[in-house]
């Protein structure tokens, strides 16, 4: 973390903070502290939009009384602030609705080797604010070096560094500490009445890994220019193939699907299916907290609950739902170390990958289309309709033969796992909920 003025002792205060709400009438307490430290710079044309150089402290509380819970959350870690709040949590609490399933989690015997988790990187904190800087600004130049892009929507370059603890009533009190640094650029290509737009990004918890700028801004560069001069095409029924950013596009509608939470409120198609066919024997997803250094990894989820691995589609079988310690009560399951503030979200959510290079995939279409990105909304969860806005690039006899635009895909996410051909080799875990190019039998393309 970067230097600062003594501060108390985090976990210190969080414990204290629990005895004190206890004493105060509470059945059960959870305290959340977070230290963070943040930067990010946005720049466009060479120079600098804004620019967040900023320490941040914040505490969470939950309190149950008599089965009924409530919230608090401050930014001022004076005591006695604190216990104010505390105390006025409480009364609210009283005035809550009684239900059954509230409550924190027991106490896990397990306990996860944090550092092996690769989480923090010291050498943050010693990169200066005009490094930082620098590496947006060069990242732009490099994209606009490229005659064929005529305007930048901007490069940025952000870091974190955090500490979280984490101290509850049931005798739970750890901490630990996590450092992000991204960094992305937005290009524009064509002329006034055909421009086309896309950009990069890499994001990783060690700079050292973080991808260059020369390597953001090709790749930026290669993603918008493809896209030059598309053409309409007719609405067809055709075998599309996702890009790995669209395959966690599509991973993170499965993700809302077999959350816990939109189960049992019945507002997912997947509800009632544990144990059963939801896709074919090529689609094997796990959601994994532990897997070293990647931007889903943490040792224990926002209840303390311990990170694991899940597995959630095991060859085409639905085998778990990912839940909080609520959502798995009213489930009558186990908590899968999901939750994630009062909700439930994903660690690392991806789709298991197989043998086959894009390359060879691309090569192997006769004719349809490979989908690069989408726009809108147009995801139903309740019964798994898909229809989204979308740009892609044509394929004939295994060949990219020119981009498309202004067309929608339509399809049902049941459907799309059960008719998943191909699995790529290519899975990278650029974000949390990540998967390989896949290539499905059948989507509906329509356009003109």
Excluded at 1 to 8: L, N, V, Y
Excluded at 306 to 320: E, F, Y
Excluded at 420 to 430: K, S, T
């Amino acid at each position: 973390m970067k230097e600062k003025e003594k501060k108390p002792e985090l976990k210190e205060l969080a414990e204290r903070l629990v005895t004190f709400a206890k004493t105060e009438g509470a059945d059960e307490v959870e305290i959340t502290v977070v230290d963070g430290y943040e930067f990010s710079v946005d720049v466009r044309l060479g120079e600098i939009e804004s620019l967040v150089e900023a320490d941040s402290r914040s505490l969470g509380l939950k309190v149950i009384k008599d089965k009924k819970t409530a919230y608090a959350s401050s930014s001022d870690l004076s005591f006695e602030t604190l216990q104010k709040l505390v105390k006025s949590a409480i009364e609210r609490a009283n005035l809550a609705n009684y239900d059954e399933y509230s409550g924190l989690p027991s106490l896990s015997q397990s306990q996860i080797d944090i550092l092996s988790l690769k989480l923090y990187d010291p050498q943050m904190a010693e990169l200066s604010t005009d490094k930082k800087i620098a590496l947006a600004i060069e990242t732009e130049k490099i994209g606009l070096s490229d005659k064929r892009i005529t305007n930048s929507h901007g490069a940025s370059f952000e870091t974190r560094e955090v500490k979280a603890v984490l101290a509850n009533s049931n005798g739970f009190l750890q901490e630990y500490e996590q450092t992000y640094c991204g960094l992305s650029l937005g290009l524009q290509a064509g002329e006034t009445d055909s421009k086309v737009e896309d950009g990069w990004f890499s994001a990783k918890r060690y700079f050292h890994q973080l991808e260059s700028p020369q390597e953001v801004a090709k790749k930026a560069v290669e993603r918008t220019v493809r896209q030059l001069n598309p053409r309409k095409i007719k609405s067809q029924n055709v075998p599309v193939i996702l890009e790995p950013m669209m395959t966690s596009w599509l991973l993170g509608f499965l993700f809302a699907c077999v959350s816990g939470v939109s189960i049992y409120q019945k507002t997912s198609f997947l509800a009632d299916k544990l144990g059963q066919r939801i896709g074919n024997d090529k689609v094997t997803v796990f959601d994994d907290g532990l897997i070293p250094g990647l931007l889903g990894t943490r040792p224990f989820d926002s209840e303390g609950v311990p990170s694991q691995r899940t597995l959630v589609v095991d060859k085409g079988i639905l085998r778990n739902y990912l839940c909080n310690t609520y959502a798995a009560r009213k489930l009558k399951l186990q908590s899968t170390g999901n939750a994630d503030g009062a909700g439930v979200g994903p660690n690392n959510f991806y789709l298991v990958p197989g043998e086959t290079s894009p390359e060879k995939i691309i090569s192997s279409l006769d004719k349809g289309l490979i989908l690069i990105r989408t726009i809108g909304h147009g995801l139903n969860p309740v019964n798994g309709d898909i229809s989204t806005g979308a740009f892609g690039l044509w394929v004939e006899k295994g060949k990219i033969v020119y981009p498309v635009s202004e067309i929608t895909v339509s399809g049902n996410l049941g459907n799309i796992l059960n008719n998943i051909e191909i699995v790529g080799n290519d899975l990278d875990f650029r974000v949390p909920v990540a998967g390989p190019t896949v290539l499905v039998q059948e989507l509906t393309v329509a356009g003109e």
